[in-house]
């Protein structure tokens, strides 16, 4: 049975698609950055801003791209549509080979995590990274409904920490106030600094496009692809 002849309850609903973006939105980025942004101080905060305000324009663009058109389309269709087979062909390929390359990333990420619970999987880190592509590949095989239920589950478990985060920075600045601030960092606001914190930042954009590149397993992409999208950008500005 192809995608186009597939039941809605055998594709994603409005709700999976919303997990589908913001989990591929929050990974490694979001909890590998802090570290290596400190450095910047404010700076850090203003390239947040530069590709948050990007990454929204783009989203809005393939939203209304989405909906603009009959039936699922991907970004690879949407480009070919307009600028020809070759335009397409070269973007669709060079989306492939940043999923994969993303993916061996996000991997070497999990498995520093993980070792530093089971110290054992930091002794073989490419057989470990290799399980874990694996073990996320095994789940998608089992179909488009199991795969949207793992991708709810895993991002409410990545929700959890950034919401107590929150709290606990409400509470400090509660009872210190502007004093637990940091100091800004000597050079002051940079543009140079700014440039390299928001390229560090945009590695955590990516997957805005998550509902738009899986359209043809959404149901009623039109409608949810566009919603998704954008409720996902909005809680996570």
Request: aromatic residues 10%; hydrophobic residues 55%.
């Amino acid at each position: 049975m192809n995608d186009k002849t597939k039941k809605p309850g055998q594709k994603l609903g409005f709700f999976m698609s919303v997990a589908l973006v913001m989990g591929n939105m929050i990974g490694s980025g979001v909890f590998l950055l802090p570290q290596s942004l400190a450095p910047f101080g404010w700076n850090a905060i203003a390239g947040w801003v530069v590709t948050i305000a990007g990454a929204l324009c783009l989203a809005h663009v393939l939203a209304k791209l989405t909906a603009a058109h009959e039936g699922a389309i991907g970004p690879a269709e949407l480009v070919e549509r307009s600028f020809g087979p070759l335009a397409g062909f070269l973007i669709g390929f060079a989306f492939w080979v940043s999923v994969w390359t993303g993916c061996v990333t996000i991997a070497v990420g999990a498995t520093s995590y993980m070792s530093s619970f089971l110290p054992v999987l930091g002794e073989h880190p490419s057989l470990t990274a290799l399980g874990v592509i694996w073990t996320m590949t095994a789940v998608n095989l089992l179909g488009v409904r199991s795969a949207g239920s793992f991708q709810v589950i895993t991002t409410l478990l990545k929700l959890t920490p950034l919401i107590v985060v929150a709290i606990l920075i409400g509470l400090i600045f509660g009872r210190e106030g502007t004093a637990a601030l940091a100091p800004f960092p000597d050079e002051g606001f940079s543009l140079v600094s700014v440039n390299t914190a928001a390229a560090m930042t945009l590695w955590a954009m990516i997957g805005f496009e998550a509902a738009c590149a899986a359209s043809h397993k959404i149901d009623n992409p039109q409608r949810n692809v566009p919603r998704a999208t954008f409720t996902a950008h909005c809680y996570l500005a």
